[in-house]
T-cell receptor, first 114, second 111 residues
Framework: DSGVTQTPKHLITATGQRVTLRCSPRSGDLSVYWYQQSLDQGLQFLIQYYNGEERAKGNILERFSAQQFPDLHSELNLSSLELGDSALYFC?????????????FGPGTRLLVL | SQQGEEDPQALSIQEGENATMNCSYKTSINNLQWYRQNSGRGLVHLILIRSNEREKHSGRLRVTLDTSKKSSSLLITASRAADTASYFCATERAGSYQLTFGKGTKLSVIP
């Protein structure tokens, strides 16, 4: 158990809908990262937050957004969902900003868009 | 785009044998990390090697890094059935905090 929690574990929804994925980092970790894992694209970095501020952006679509709250938990919002958004979404956390650090991954949220 | 490319894509060995997985990358890096993922579950950090290091050991794991060839290898010695998983290399590019993952090597260890 990494200490990172994600909810829900599974999510099934329809195209065009909006969902929110939630992540609680390990106690004391200031950085939260979001990744998308799909069969064709592999594991793609989406976005990083550090102590409430956006730190780095990867291959995140404009339909997706995220935020980190004062208690350091984070939410990833996915809107206008398409079939291709079906994937495993992972959250990870690290102690500090990220340079040279271990990232601790949560168990993931499996999203299925029908 | 993928920074790291693992090779082979899949590897099947007998329990007790050694498993070697390779990773190649394209740009200058601060460090390279190896992660393991059991089917459909979260990734688990195995080992980090910095750009100024050439070799690192952790238990049955041995990682090498050749920055001139932009490549790394992960060796698992005396493999066990419980080592069956996918193994990913991840690179932290110079000047960046984010990790870029390869597509992974799927290792099967047959009892």
């Amino acid at each position: 158990d990494s200490g990172v929690t994600q909810t829900p574990k599974h999510l099934i929804t329809a195209t065009g809908q909006r969902v929110t994925l939630r992540c609680s980092p390990r106690s004391g970790d200031l950085s939260v990262y979001w990744y998308q894992q799909s069969l064709d694209q592999g594991l793609q970095f989406l976005i990083q937050y550090y102590n409430g501020e956006e730190r780095a952006k990867g291959n995140i679509l404009e339909r997706f957004s995220a935020q980190q709250f004062p208690d350091l938990h984070s939410e990833l919002n996915l809107s206008s969902l398409e079939l291709g958004d079906s994937a495993l979404y992972f959250c990870a956390s690290s102690v500090d900003e990220g340079a040279g650090e271990t990232q601790y991954f949560g168990p993931g949220t499996r999203l299925l868009v029908l | 785009s993928q920074q790291g490319e693992e090779d082979p894509q899949a590897l099947s060995i007998q329990e007790g044998e050694n498993a070697t997985m390779n990773c190649s990358y394209k740009t200058s890096i601060n460090n390279l990390q190896w992660y393991r993922q059991n089917s459909g579950r979260g990734l688990v950090h195995l080992i980090l090697i910095r750009s100024n290091e050439r070799e690192k050991h952790s238990g049955r794991l041995r990682v090498t890094l050749d920055t001139s060839k932009k490549s790394s290898s992960l060796l698992i010695t005396a493999s066990r059935a419980a080592d069956t998983a996918s193994y990913f290399c991840a690179t932290e590019r110079a000047g960046s905090y984010q990790l870029t993952f390869g597509k992974g090597t799927k290792l099967s260890v047959i009892p």
